[in-house]
């Protein structure tokens, strides 16, 4: 299986803003762009992207501090005919690996309704209902201790 890389070409950042806009933003008509967050670009932002022979991505997600030893991950997504074949699980390991080395103990998330299933298998658990995105998607915190 290939492995995860963090972007660095010009090509490798357009396959992952595109998969991101794709799969979390398009299909709720939201403009080009929107799949962009300040904080991207800020040093202590890892970013992991899974790419096809073909330069396309296949997963992409990424991890953040949010608090004294805690980190979020946000933007998990994974291409729509690869998903259910642990491309997912593999880009959050990553992030999870990466929490790690960083000295986190703890990561959170606010995870859509429908993927909430997929972070309990990989060991998260819900806080409490969250925001609705777009008027339509309800969200779970979730959090994982990461000790390792
Ligand atoms: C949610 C998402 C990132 C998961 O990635 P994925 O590649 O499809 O998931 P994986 O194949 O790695 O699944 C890992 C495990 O979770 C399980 N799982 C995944 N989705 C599940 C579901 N809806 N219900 C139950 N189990 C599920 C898998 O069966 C697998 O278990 P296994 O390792 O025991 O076989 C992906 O489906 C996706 O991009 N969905 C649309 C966008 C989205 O909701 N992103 C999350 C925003 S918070």
New binding site residues.
């Given amino acids: 299986m290939a492995s995860i890389i963090s972007p660095r070409t010009p090509a490798e950042w357009e396959a992952y803003y595109h998969l991101r806009y794709s799969?979390?933003r398009q299909p709720w008509g939201q403009p080009a762009g929107s799949e962009r967050a300040e904080d991207d670009a800020a040093p202590t932002t890892t970013h992991a992207l899974l790419l096809a022979p073909d330069g396309q991505a296949l997963?992409v997600g990424r991890l953040h501090p949010s608090g004294p030893q805690q980190g979020q991950v946000r933007f998990?997504?994974?291409q729509a005919q690869?998903?259910?074949?642990?491309?997912?699980?593999?880009?959050l390991e990553h992030l999870e690996a990466a929490a790690r080395q960083q000295g986190l103990t703890e990561i959170v998330?606010?995870?859509?309704e429908?993927?909430v299933?997929?972070y309990e298998?990989?060991g998260y658990t819900v806080v409490a209902p969250s925001h609705t995105l777009f008027g339509t998607v309800p969200?779970f915190l979730m959090r994982k201790v990461v000790v390792a």
């Fill in positions: 799969v979390l997963g998990m997504a994974v690869t998903q259910g074949q642990g491309v997912g699980r593999q880009v998330l606010h995870a859509r429908q993927a299933p997929f298998r990989l969200h």
